[in-house]
């Protein structure tokens, strides 16, 4: 005889909110802790930005070369106007010089005559459990946390969120469309034909399938569609269609709500230290110090209610470099 | 317990199932299969048990333990909690934080029982664990555990207090060489006050072979009869796994959470202790406040078949199509021999679960599916 069951991956179970106001005097992040790190936070406060697109606050930035040179998250910056703001609130306009679409890195150069100050970096990698501190903009500690895993890379699972198959001709056609998936949210249907990607000709299921794994989450992609009419023809258009984490798409309303706001891109990292540093999704791109004030790293996603992820300097370092160089070569 | 939020814990549970999911066909992937447990085999491990109550526990694992000594600097803190001084008394709380975390790694284990992940702690040599009673679930089932250095060892779940959510499981004994398992250390949940630090480790999502487990650090928030609440923030898979002081004593067994990412709730380990015969025993008894399983049938004592004579409008009986005259011969993996077992049986589920139940209607065989509901739930 079997049992048959179909009990959840457990299981800490909800049970709903405990409004006990007293409790914030024992918080392990209240401003009393937070305080005793102020004096790290102003030693690196002036390489510390806030980034705005037309005129929203979408991450930090951290300066990295004297020349005007800031690097953040990629995925959360729009095709707005970019600003950065320092420390001591002066606003400058800048704008995309490089990118590394592996780590969701860009560097921005900023447009403004004045002395940078680019942070140093430092490749020691912390223990677990060791503090580590999110500066903000002001040097004010953003938030504390501790290294909860050590260093690892973690898979990109961006999807556009459809099931194909080939037709008859051996085109990529649309079976499923997933719910709240970059797909349906751009009106894609089942009977749906994809044959191009970013103007690319894409023969087949295969083709297709490939050609999307390459695309990271959070990123837009221009498909051609043919789709079938009254007349038993096929209608050709475009429609741009973004690609979703497939954690955030397969989840549950609940834990949607259990995990809170997050960043649309949280995989695809070639490697990251975990921490439980509770972030907004607009708090990434800044400095993460340890309790020496070392700069070990930069925030890169928060992931879920238990998780955020920063990028560890040794990863950074020449990933900088990388970019700078190809900036500053564009420049001549 | 407040039960504020009760229904959003029923709802969330039922929700859960979709977290282990890899594909995307939940109808299917859903149901899984609980390793077939024979009747009598759970008597057989009961006798196999050595009688230990929980002084002889302790005994057998001073030596060993996670025990980490604490420097002057912070004793302090230890036995009141606060918040450091300065930097370096901070720094010094952080070393501290670094040994604990190292030496806890080893006894904090998953646990997987059919498609259920949780956590779980060793705290003996010969492989006592302990966990939440909803990741044990009910006596003598078969349990995976997912050691640290990545083995998998079987394992039997013993005992469960369901009213405070305290579980026991046993790991089946010639599968360490020999050799004693790593354990924690037990301290004592009493003399614990609010602002005490403390550290957690678990397997939030389940058991990740290349992430291992998660260490967060957080502070005692409140201290309850049924619970410590603590801000180091839990999720599903955390349940079962251990909560430590700054002294490497295991404290608390993970156990629930709310909406806000500072409401964790923990087991106290003083609960383990009061429970521990009755849990070695393989007895299992109460439920959580607001998660008492029904079904929603009546029947008479008397009869020496489980017959359902009243069926409930709007029970997880009614939903799953059993009519009054069945006669419910199988509930899972037990036989029924009366309506007294059909109720004892129900008392062993948890709201939520999916039970696949053989019924005698009109001389016919058939086999229902009943997802078991909750007392005064909808």
Known sequence: ?332 | MRLDGDFVLFRNFALLILFTLSGFSPSIAQIKEASPTASDSSLEFVIQQEKAGPSDVLGEISSTGTRCDVDDVLLPLLSKGGIPKNIDTLRALEGQQNQVASVVANCTVGVKIGAAKGCGVIITKSGYVLTAAHVAMRPGLTAEIFMADGRIVKAKSLGMNRSVDAGLMKIDADQNDGKPWPHATLGSSEGILPGMWCIATGHPGGYDKQRGAVTRVGRILAVRDLALVTDCALIGGDSGGPLFNLAGELIAVHSRIGNDVADNLHVPIEHYADSWERMQEGESWGYLPGFKPVLGVRGSPASDKAVLEVIRVGSPADKAGLQEGDIVEEFGDKLLTDFKSLQDAVADTMPGERVRLLINRNGKTRIVVVEIGRAGGV
């Open chain 1, 1 to 332: 005889m079997l049992l048959r069951i179909a009990l959840a991956t457990i299981l800490a179970f909800q049970y709903g909110s405990v409004a006990d106001s007293l409790r914030a005097d024992e918080r392990r992040d209240q401003p009393a802790i937070l305080d005793l790190f102020r004096p790290l936070g102003e030693e690196v406060k002036e390489s510390v930005v806030q980034i705005l697109c037309g005129g929203t606050p979408v991450a930090l930035g951290t300066v990295v070369a004297a020349d005007g040179y800031v690097m953040t998250k990629r995925s959360e910056l729009t095709s707005d106007p970019i600003r950065v703001r320092f420390a001591d609130g002066r606003l400058f306009p800048a704008r995309v010089a490089a990118v590394k679409r592996r780590n969701d890195l860009a560097l921005l150069r900023v447009d403004a005559e004045i002395e940078f100050q680019p942070l140093t970096f430092d490749t020691r990698s912390p223990a677990i459990a060791s503090f580590l501190i999110s500066v903000g903009r002001t040097g004010r500690p953003i938030g504390l946390g501790v290294v909860g895993v050590k260093e690892r890379p973690i898979e990109h699972r961006g999807r556009l969120g459809v099931m194909l198959e080939d037709d008859a001709k051996g085109r990529a056609l649309v079976q499923l469309v997933l719910p709240e998936s970059g797909a349906a949210i751009a009106g894609i249907s089942p009977g749906d034909r994809i044959v191009a990607i970013n103007g690319e000709a894409e023969g087949s299921r295969d083709a297709v399938i490939n050609r999307l794994k390459s695309m990271y989450p959070g990123e837009s992609v221009k498909l051609t569609i043919l789709r079938p009419n009254d007349l038993s023809e096929f209608d050709s258009l475009d429609i741009s269609a973004q690609i979703r984490e497939l954690g955030m798409l397969q989840e549950s309303a609940s834990d949607t709500k259990v995990n809170g706001p997050r960043n649309i891109r949280l995989s695809g990292f070639d490697r990251v230290i975990q921490h439980d540093t509770v972030l907004d999704p607009e708090d990434c791109g800044g400095p993460v110090i340890d309790s020496e004030g070392r700069a070990i790293g930069m925030n890169i996603a928060r992931a879920g209610r238990v998780v955020s992820y920063l990028l560890p300097s040794s990863l950074i370092l020449p990933e900088m470099l990388e970019m700078l160089e190809e900036a500053r070569s564009n420049l001549d």
